[in-house]
Structures are given as structure tokens and as C-alpha cells.
């Protein structure tokens, strides 16, 4: 049965958020007492006052940690217990669906429609999968002469700090944690200020499950403050970050500062959704085209924020496009039937704006551009067009509902346009020519290249970019080599008698 606005919103009235850090297996405010508040970008109200931690709370987290990887108590359990462990994780998950979708959308201002949908569905799936995977990765024997006998295996690297943005806060952890735990690594989470509140009730869920103290930490605060502690801390073996290239870049400079450490840095982009004449359905490409760039307003790293189309099809495909793009109109991210929410805050508001401003005074403003809702979060689906490939709206990544539209005449302007930028997370190719898909998705430097469709994903292939994107993956089995290092025993047991 599909639930209605009005019953989200009664939810929302009797909704308890989570407001402790979770260090230790305890659930604590910050060792100095102080809190930050949680606000609703929908609103504006102020939704709770969250423990706001720091580098004395960091120390707390890492030294559980640390005491929790020595004593064995998660990786040294038989890899069947700690499958069933993260199996009833993932279940309790689901059993607080509505609880958490509704978490996510006051933390964020995501549509009800989708952190019920997708994201706390996904999660759990995404948990389970990881978890089934424990029982079923194997080390390996390498060939070796007679007499001798070399084990490869894989081992957790240790203390884990996973650090994640405000889009997806729920799924991108769980992208994190799933493959970090089931490696038998202890973690600290260090979710956004914007969105602390499905993190601080996962590490609770955790506890409920059964994780032992001091395997899963949540450490809410600044990331200024809690992050860098994190990044510089000499007993974190490994950091796992989601977030901008500017931060990612902080990551690298704390690793080099300290103690060298694994790394894995997803960072900004700005994907290419590449349209040629000979794709036959246009409308097919105008909804691909919008969903790609106004789902979740936007806010989606690989978000196919430039579209590159092949001049004889453009102006027709444009129509289409401004069209489709009024079903995105945004709303009340409680009510199903919006087709966007608010952007997540004020601040990341006035960022878009500028950005807007920018495309308004170097191309040609085609539809949007303004504010449609009660505040500025609410900022409408915008395409611009004749925009110069030079322009800040052309390269820089608005993480908002803005698309910069461009023309090409042939196959290779196309390619030079969508190498314009400093990114490579990812890219879409739209073509009903089975050699040109084939040979325009090789000659793309982009982390994943989606065929005629739009940022495709799922747990089984690997997430994440090429140059300034970063580097690592989330998702898949490769994700597991992010939280575990390679060791070779080798026993030389010679031909007896």
C-alpha cells in the first residue's frame, strides 16, 4: 500500500532522533558536552541537538577500536558468526525502514519516495550481500617447487575510518562498512553535520545485532574537527572518504603529514552524458537526460551535469528535455508525488545560486534558474545552453539540479568535449550503433560508462573515478581489497626421505 503524504507526516510528529555518539558499545554525548544542531531543509526547524565531538572523542573512538582489533573479538570470530552477525544487521534494517527513510529525508531533504524506495532497501541489501560474501572469498596457493608450500591470504588492515557525505548518508556508509566489517576490520563512522541521524541509529542497530563494543564507533562533529583528527590520527590503518575533491586533497596532505596509510578518496564529478543522432527513441534519452541530473536535485556525485549532443538532433532533444524537466518540479520532500526535494542547506544553496548566477552571465538560460518553495533550498530544475566549455557552470561540479548543455557535429568534438574536465567518475553514451557505443565507451576515461542509460549501478560491479575523481571503489568483491592487505606465508617443508 502506498503511503501518503499525510501519513509520512504524522510519522514525522512522533519520530525520535538520535542525538548520542556510539563509541565503545556505549551510546555518549561529546566529552565536552557540546552539541550541534540538526536542522530540516524543508523547514528550516531545528530537528535535533546532535553530541558535536571532537579530537578528545576521536581518541575515545580509535583506542576502542584499536583494543577491539587486538583482542579478536569481531575478526577472530569464525567467519559463519560474523556473517550472521551483519545478516541480522541487515534485517534489523529493514524491520526500522520507515523509521530511517524518514530519518534521511528530514536530515537531507530527499524525498520520502526514495530513502523508502531505494536507499534503506539498498542498504540492507547491500549489507547482506557482504555479509553472504564472508564464507564464500578464499585465499589462495601459489605455484611454487616441490617442497614448498606459499599461502595467500587476505587480513584486515585494521582500524578503519569511513567518512561520508550528506547525499546518501545511509547507502554510502553502508558502501563503507559493509566490506570494511566483513573483512573483520573495526570502523569509525564520521557521518555529515547535515546528516548525522541514520548513522548515530545504525551504530545503535549494530549494538542491537550483536557487534561486538568497539567494532563500529559513530562519531558525529565537524569536519574540520573530527575528520582531520581522524586523517591524522598514527592508529587509523585506513581512511575510506565520499565527498569533494577539495576535502579529498585534505586527506592525502594528512596522510603524508602522519604515518603513509591505505586511502581510499571517491571524490567530485563532472559527468558527460554523450547523445549521437543515430539514438533512435529521444524521448527515452530526454527522461535518461533528466534523471540524471534532477534526481535528488542533483546531489549526486556521478550526476550527468553536461550534456553533449549531436547538433542535427539537438534542438528537438532540448524540447524534450525542458519538458520533462517540469516533472521535477520541487516540493514537499514528505509527499510522494514531489518530483524534487530541497536542496540539503542554506549554505549549499547559496553555493548553487552562485553557480546559477554564473551560467546566467556566460549562456543562455533555457528553463529554471530561480527558487520554487517557501525557502532558498528550494531551488528549480535549470538547463542552460550555449555554454562556453571554459565557464565555471562548464567545469566546476554544482551538485545541484543544473545541466550546461553543448553541441557537437562529430564523433571525435564529442569526445574532446567530454574530456574537458578535470573528473572521471563517470558517463553516459547514448547510441543505437553497437561499434560506436562500443568504441566511444573504450576511448572514455571515466570510472563507469553507462550505454544507453544513466549512471548504472549495482553491488556486483565496482564504484568509483579515474583523475581527479579519486581513487579505490566502493561495491563489488574489489571493494573487499580496499579494507584488507595481501600476506604470503611460506613454508618450506623439504622432500623427506
Known sequence: MTKTAQHWHELAGTLKHPTLAVIDGQLTEAADGRTQANHDPATGRQLSQVAQCAEADVERAVRAARASFERGTWRGQP???RKRTLLRLSELLLAHAEELALLESLDTGKRIADTSAIDVPGAAAILAWY??????????????????????????????????????????????LAPALAAGNSVILKPAEESPSTALRLGELALQA???????????????????????????????FTGSTEVGRLFLGYA?????RRLQLECGGKSPNIVFADAADLQAVADGVCSGIFFNA????????????????????????????EDFRPGDPLDPATGMGPLVSDRHAEKVLELIADGKATATLRTGGGI??????????????????RSRIATEEVFGPVLAAFTFD????????????????AASVWSDSLTRAHRVADKLRAGTVSVNCIDALDVTTPFGGFNQS??????????????????????SYGQGA
Do not use: M
Open 470 to 491: 579519486g581513487f579505490g571503489r566502493d561495491l563489488s568483491l574489489h571493494a573487499l581489497q580496499e579494507y584488507t592487505a595481501l600476506k604470503t606465508t611460506w613454508f
Open 79 to 81: 567467519p559463519a558468526e
Open 298 to 325: 542533483g546531489e549526486v556525485c556521478s550526476a550527468n551535469s553536461r550534456l553533449l549532443v549531436e547538433r542535427s538532433i539537438a534542438d528537438e532533444l532540448l524540447e524534450l528535455v525542458l519538458k520533462r524537466a
Open 210 to 240: 550483536g557487534l561486538p563494543a568497539g567494532v563500529l564507533n559513530v562519531v558525529p562533529g565537524e569536519g574540520a574537527v573530527v575528520g582531520r583528527a581522524l586523517g591524522r590520527h598514527l592508529d587509523v590503518d585506513a581512511v575510506a
Open 256 to 260: 603524508a603529514e602522519t604515518r603513509i
Open 372 to 389: 520554487a518553495g517557501p525557502r532558498r533550498t528550494f531551488v528549480e530544475p535549470t538547463v542552460f545552453t550555449d555554454v562556453d566549455p
Open 410 to 425: 562529430t564523433e571525435e568534438q564529442a569526445l574532446q568535449l567530454a574530456h574537458q574536465s578535470a573528473y572521471g567518475l
Open 131 to 176: 555479509a553472504e560474501a564472508i564464507d564464500k572469498v578464499y585465499g589462495e596457493v601459489a605455484p611454487t617447487a616441490a617442497g614448498n608450500l606459499a599461502v595467500v591470504t587476505r587480513e584486515p588492515v585494521g582500524v578503519v575510518a569511513a567518512v561520508v557525505p550528506w547525499n546518501y548518508p545511509l547507502e554510502t556508509a553502508i558502501w563503507k
